[in-house]
């Protein structure tokens, strides 16, 4: 689209319209303006989302009544495709309605949703008898309805963030423009800021939900995410007139790129039959259309060793909401006489060190770094996210000490048989591996977000993202199958490393395992990318 002759200069912007499909002016448009209503939506769909996800494992372990393995391996496969149908949401955000109806219509899928939570956990022929805590437990298991219908309700909130996913990042990191210095230095400032709003949803929702769940009831805890995100979509909605809207592209950037995969695929099986010098003849002759297309599909094909070897990572962090808030449950969590911290509510010291470093790392470690790299962002996104995962490393050994302390003291109290019984053990003892994997996720989460959205062409950034979240996505299915043959292996010769009664369980021998598996990804990740190849790189 050209831009319009009243709009010439530093004012065009090329390819973007606004609401009404008009050409936009830079100055009255976008930016941090427009960013912060994006943002908005984000801080509500991160507090929905995350008061649900949170302490999901122990709605299925209390009134849905599930053992701890399966529990643990369902919250794992619902993560997994709520973070893997970001790829069907790029898809048709980028070939189809773009980016700014496809946040619209994921919003709307996630009020369905939670309202859907609400009523499974609220109307009696939904809800699952309350005699599920009891003693007899096993004779009024909930029916195949109800278990059904709270599967769809929570699977309606996976597509809704599979649309939301791959459009909320990329589409508050449009209202920057790369092109524009200042702009393009705010929007790596920007990615920072996002997931500093993301963890402070979080945050709140960890500590208002979790709450609210245990303690006032489940329909109330799914109810007020449904509120919250009806309001969120409506200051959106009023942010509409400030958006910079990317105008989607007549040929499907997903088409074009599969045709590019043909043409390399082509050129490939070629090379093995023709002269070198006739295939560097025909490509230097050929269409300029084709070779651009080609260069595009090369550059994605580039992001698959990174995407691969940060898998390790993913698995590691889905423990925060399963083995993690199962641990947390079994400690003494008592603030005072009468308060109690909630085990979900734990998640909270990973999500209070993101919110703490990331303005010390936006604003002190980023300009002293930029003075001798001369880079925007201080140093390179695959340095920032190779840090992140030696943290995690870090932060699983430390796990797996915490565990065998926790083990040590139920045996030393005669408690091994005993798994309802609180351990004379305080729930801080869990708070460095909630810190040190909430550091990690500075470096590796946000590294990761910012590295997939510039790398992909530009009309695939909705892909960068999703390709981002389907790290998350492969990586929580790795730790389904994981614990699901684990726990199988081990149940042959007496406890599982899972057992229902977490103090004849062994979770410290998984944690020794996952920090091995990361010091193998490390060492992979950093083979690959020693000498990537940045598709741009900003200089001062």
């Not at 689209?1 to 002016?25: H, K, N, Q, T």
């Not at 070939?95 to 994921?106: C, E, K, N, P, W």
């Not at 003291?409 to 609180?422: C, K, Q, S, V, Y």
């Not at 998984?510 to 060492?523: I, P, Q």
Request: glycine share 8%; net charge neutral.
């Amino acid at each position: 689209m050209d831009p319009d002759p009243l709009l010439a200069g530093s004012e065009a912007l090329i390819g973007v319209v606004d609401y009404r499909c008009r050409p936009v002016r830079r100055s009255s448009s976008g930016r941090w303006t427009a960013a912060l209503f994006v943002m908005g939506l984000e801080f509500a769909v991160r507090f929905a989302y995350y008061g649900v996800s949170s302490n999901l494992i122990t709605y299925l372990t209390g009134p849905l009544g599930q053992s701890t393995a399966a529990a643990a391996a369902a919250v794992n496969a619902w993560s997994g495709a709520a973070s893997m149908l970001p790829l069907l949401g790029a898809f048709v955000a980028d070939s189809f309605l773009g980016r700014y109806r496809t946040i619209v219509l994921a919003a709307l899928l996630y009020t369905a949703g939670y309202g859907m939570l609400a009523l499974s956990s609220t109307l009696p022929f939904l809800r699952p008898p309350k005699c599920m805590d009891s003693a007899n437990s096993s004779t009024c298991q909930p029916s195949p309805f109800q278990v059904g219908f709270f599967y769809v309700s929570l699977y309606l909130v996976a597509f809704a963030q599979g649309g939301d996913k791959s459009c909320g990042l990329a589409f508050g990191a449009d209202q920057f423009d790369q092109n524009e210095p200042k702009e393009c230095a705010s929007r790596g400032s920007f990615f920072n800021w996002w997931y500093f709003v993301t963890s402070t949803g979080m945050t709140v929702a960890f500590v208002i939900l979790s709450y609210v769940q245990d303690n006032v009831g489940w329909g109330l805890g799914f109810g007020i995410p449904t509120i919250i995100m009806s309001f969120a979509l409506v200051v959106f909605l009023l942010g509409t007139k400030t958006y910079r809207i990317y105008v989607v592209e007549q040929e499907s950037p997903f088409a074009r790129i599969g045709k590019a995969f043909v043409s390399l695929a082509r050129s490939w099986k070629a090379s093995l039959l023709r002269p070198r010098e006739d295939i560097e003849r025909q490509q230097h002759e050929g269409d300029e259309c084709e070779q651009s297309r080609m260069e595009e599909a090369k550059r994605v094909l580039r992001l698959f060793p990174i995407w691969a070897t940060s898998l390790v990572y993913a698995v590691t962090f889905a423990q925060l909401a399963t083995f993690f808030t199962k641990q947390g449950r079994t400690l003494d969590r008592s603030i005072t006489s009468s308060i109690q911290v909630p085990p979900a509510a734990l998640q909270s010291f990973g999500s209070l060190t993101i919110m703490a470093f990331v303005p010390i790392y936006d604003r002190f470690l980023v300009p002293l770094a930029r003075k001798f790299s001369k880079l925007h962002s201080g140093i390179t996104t695959l340095q920032r996210v190779g840090i992140g995962m030696a943290i995690s490393f870090i932060s699983m050994v430390v796990a797996a000490l915490v565990e065998m302390k926790r083990l040590q003291t139920a045996r030393d109290f005669g408690l091994i048989d005993e798994p309802n019984d609180t351990i004379p053990m305080s729930f801080w003892w869990l708070v460095p591996q909630y810190m040190l994997i909430g550091l990690a996720d500075v470096f590796t989460v946000v590294g990761l977000q910012e590295f997939f959205y510039d790398q992909v062409p530009d009309g695939l950034r909705s892909l960068g993202i999703a390709l981002y979240m389907s790290i998350l996505g492969i990586g929580s299915f790795i730790s389904s199958v994981l614990i699901f043959v684990i726990d199988e292996m081990t149940s042959k010769n007496g406890d599982s490393w899972f057992s229902n009664n977490l103090n004849r369980a062994h979770l410290d021998y998984f944690y020794l395992l996952l920090a091995g598996l990361g010091v193998l990804e490390l060492c992979l990740f950093l083979y690959f990318t020693r000498n990537y190849d940045y598709k741009k790189k900003i200089v001062f």
